[in-house]
């Protein structure tokens, strides 16, 4: 790399232009609460143009909001993407859209390898919707690929947006799952049910997600890690009452969920110890555990089940 | 059955004691409905209508179709004061829990009406009211309503009545309600939160667009 060649003082200089791409966005759009750079602002709805192009950037945004109508044949659960990625994949602390289209092609330790930015697209299907991967160049994946760059027009390229992924928050000591379990009843059970099953309106729409159980997020979905999981609640849960809860709370609560039986890990060998070791081992991921006198991943439901 | 006659009397016996000694089996919660009881509680006809279809002009709020778990907790909160409205207070409070949950179920049990007349409201409250039922206003961290009262205001369990059909004044009247304080049996505050974060145009905005809803409408999963 030239910046071990040029030294330090390229390297500083390098951290000014950094500093000041990011000043625009400061006046833009002021500071925060906590006072610290302000998220970046994606465009608004209106901005999309009306024409072809535009046709696609609605279809990807379609597929986002309603997943198991418009993607039917990669969906293998009850999910939808806005059910992680808030306010049509705009919310900041959600994961939005708009600020992980900047950071691909990026390499990724859970492949080993540089993934595009459709093949991590790819993922969220396989894992997170427990369904199939579209190929490459389906029109789903080119939809909401374009949707995202819409999102994302104006933001600086490779940088890491404030507001990207989920809060990453302090570690605790240990993860206390029977207090978990009591945040639960409390204040998660209301709409996703005591048996975390989510709920349904009167026709069948599915409106609380599940969140455990066979028609929830699989084995291999970020959203399976304790880590990915407390920093999303924290940030966004109760829906409305977003950082209403205490890290320990967010984390328990988290390790509760994180804890109970779904869909199994679509890369599952055979051998429960060795898929362990392979993808889940950090004691942020409950996956060959036993808990509660089940131990996970044993009597998982099928992965990639048909949508239904 | 293998009782003697002796023995048969006594089992039947025992069994109208428990019938009796079982209000809820009992109480006839569209009589209630239809006529009220002999302890003061008027017909619910008289306001929410023959077909519990609600008044748009009296702003009296639709209660065919809604969940009967709603309907006995907004009563049993009318009767403990954590919903305050004077009329309803008073009508609660000359119900037993019993009726209450009879009556609940009687309402619960019949069709949504099909949506009376709402005036369409103009193009700019719609727009707005529209956005904020679909797709909230996460600037301000408010929701849309849909995710919780479903896409179409359908309503969702126990906990989150449909909106859809509902009289425009009587949804305004309950976030202002909610505002003030007046109305604070809502889980986890849920409703406190949403309805501080609007303004009093969004209020109108959004409750006229629920009004203008069909109360049985189907989704389409938005």
């Known amino acids: 790399m030239s910046l071990a060649r040029h030294g330090a003082a390229s390297l500083a200089t390098v951290l000014a232009l950094g500093l000041t791409l990011a000043l625009p966005q400061i006046g833009a759009a002021g500071a925060d609460r906590e006072g610290a750079v302000p998220p970046f602002v994606p465009p608004p709805d209106s901005a999309i143009p009306d024409d072809d192009l535009g046709k696609v950037i609605r279809l990807g945004e379609h597929i986002f909001h309603d997943t198991r109508n418009q993607a039917s044949a990669f969906v293998g659960n009850d999910l939808r993407c806005t059910n992680c990625h808030l306010d049509r994949g705009r919310l900041g602390h959600s994961a939005p859209l708009w600020a992980a289209y900047v950071t691909y092609p990026a390499y990724r330790a859970k492949n080993r390898h540089v993934n595009t930015f459709a093949e991590r697209l790819q993922g969220c299907f396989r894992y997170s919707m427990n369904g199939k991967a579209p190929p490459l160049g389906d029109p789903v994946l080119v939809a909401l690929e374009i949707y995202a760059a819409f999102l994302a027009h104006g933001a600086p390229v490779g940088v890491k947006l404030p507001g990207q992924g989920y809060p990453k928050l302090t570690k605790p000591k240990g993860l206390d799952i029977p207090h978990g379990r009591e945040v639960y009843a409390a204040k998660c059970a209301l709409c996703h049910g005591e048996n975390g099953a989510g709920q349904a309106s009167s026709d069948g729409t599915i409106v609380f997600p599940p969140l455990w159980g066979g028609r929830s997020y699989n084995w291999g979905a970020g959203m399976s890690s304790v880590v990915n999981a407390a920093g999303f609640i924290k940030a966004n849960m109760p829906l409305g009452q977003g950082n209403s809860l205490t890290d320990a709370e967010a984390w328990d609560v988290a390790a509760y969920i994180d804890s109970r039986e779904r869909p199994q890990d679509p890369r599952f060998t055979g051998d429960l110890a060795a898929t362990r070791a392979a993808h889940h081992d950090s004691p942020y991921d409950f996956y060959g555990q036993t808990v509660d006198g089940v131990t996970l991943g044993a009597q998982s439901w099928p992965a990639g089940t048909e949508a239904r | ?222």
């Open chain 2, 1 to 222: 059955m293998g009782l003697k006659g002796g023995k048969a009397r006594i089992a039947l016996g025992g069994l109208m004691v428990l019938l009796a000694a079982s209000p809820a089996c009992a109480i006839d919660g569209g009589e209630i409905a239809r006529n009220g009881t002999l302890t003061g509680a008027p017909a619910c006809a008289a306001c929410h209508g023959d077909d519990g279809g609600g008044s748009i002009e009296g702003g009296f709020p639709r209660l065919a179709g809604l969940s009967v778990g709603y309907l006995t907790h907004e009563l049993d909160s009318f009767g403990d004061g954590s919903r305050e409205n004077e009329t309803m207070g008073a009508i609660a409070q000359a119900l037993t829990s019993d009726e209450r949950r009879a009556v609940a179920a009687y309402y619960a049990g019949l069709p949504a009406p099909k949506a009376a007349e709402a005036s369409a409201p103009d193009g700019a409250i719609s727009s707005r009211g529209r956005n904020l039922a679909e797709t909230g206003d996460w600037s301000r961290g408010v929701p849309a309503c849909g995710q919780c009262h479903g896409p179409a205001g359908q309503g969702v369990g126990a906990a989150f009545p449909a909106l859809a059909g509902q009289p425009a004044a009587y949804l305004m009247a309950q976030l202002s309600a909610w505002k003030t304080g007046t109305r604070h049996n809502d889980p986890l505050g849920l409703m406190k939160g949403i309805a501080d974060k609007l303004s009093d145009q969004d209020g109108a905005a959004v409750s006229a667009y629920y009004a203008a809803l069909p109360a049985s409408q189907v989704g389409d999963s938005r």
